[in-house]
């Protein structure tokens, strides 16, 4: 490599310009801005070149905290609790707004999804204290208050 030649632009595997790298990966999952900003990082030089992308993008309607919220709220649902989801939420960078409408939502259905994680993990209700907190413990390790686990494993008394 000549050393007075300028170093070529980063290019995907297929060639593709930083525009249509962010276009392939929206065309398969919705990303929050942060998490495609992250992503693209490895097809530019010039890192500068990437917020008037993500602002375009915005605007266009092609990028949505809204979407994004609404895609790890169907997807984690019926596996963890409230609290794991806004973790994850946190995480991809979606706003306090997104996340606080997501939370709102999720709470309504929070209670029946811990009896449904409940129920798959454990077929018989805790015989003894120590089986009790065991099943609390796996409970809250997907997220789920306390007050919720309350609710299901006294609930499974009354079964």
Same mark, same amino acid.
């Given at each position: 490599?000549?050393?007075?030649?300028?170093?070529?632009?980063?290019k995907n595997k297929q060639g593709l310009s930083l525009r249509a790298q962010a276009l392939s990966l929206l065309a398969r999952r919705e990303y929050s801005k942060q998490e495609l900003a992250r992503r693209l990082l490895q097809?530019?030089?010039?890192?500068?070149?990437?917020?008037?992308?993500?602002?375009?993008?915005?605007? @266009?309607?092609? =990028?949505?905290?809204?979407?994004?919220?609404?895609?790890?709220?169907?997807? %984690? *649902? +019926?596996?963890?609790?409230?609290?794991?989801?806004?973790?994850?939420?946190?995480?991809?960078?979606?706003?306090?707004?997104?996340?606080?409408?997501? @939370?709102?939502? =999720?709470?309504?259905?929070?209670?029946?999804?811990?009896?449904?994680?409940? %129920? *798959? +993990?454990?077929?018989?209700?805790?015989?003894?204290?120590?089986?009790?907190?065991?099943?609390?413990?796996?409970?809250?390790?997907?997220?789920?208050?306390?007050?919720?686990?309350?609710?299901?494993?006294?609930?499974?008394?009354?079964?």
């Amino acid at each position: 490599m000549d050393p007075s030649q300028p170093p070529t632009p980063k290019k995907n595997k297929q060639g593709l310009s930083l525009r249509a790298q962010a276009l392939s990966l929206l065309a398969r999952r919705e990303y929050s801005k942060q998490e495609l900003a992250r992503r693209l990082l490895q097809y530019t030089e010039d890192p500068d070149e990437i917020p008037p992308l993500i602002e375009d993008f915005e605007r @266009r309607g092609w =990028l949505s905290e809204q979407r994004v919220a609404e895609q790890v709220m169907a997807t %984690r *649902r +019926k596996r963890f609790g409230s609290q794991k989801i806004v973790h994850e939420m946190r995480q991809k960078g979606l706003s306090e707004e997104a996340i606080a409408g997501a @939370r709102e939502a =999720l709470k309504d259905s929070e209670l029946e999804s811990a009896r449904e994680v409940w %129920r *798959r +993990k454990f077929p018989e209700p805790p015989s003894n204290a120590n089986e009790k907190a065991r099943q609390m413990r796996f409970l809250q390790g997907r997220g789920f208050s306390l007050d919720t686990i309350r609710k299901v494993i006294s609930g499974a008394d009354d079964d």
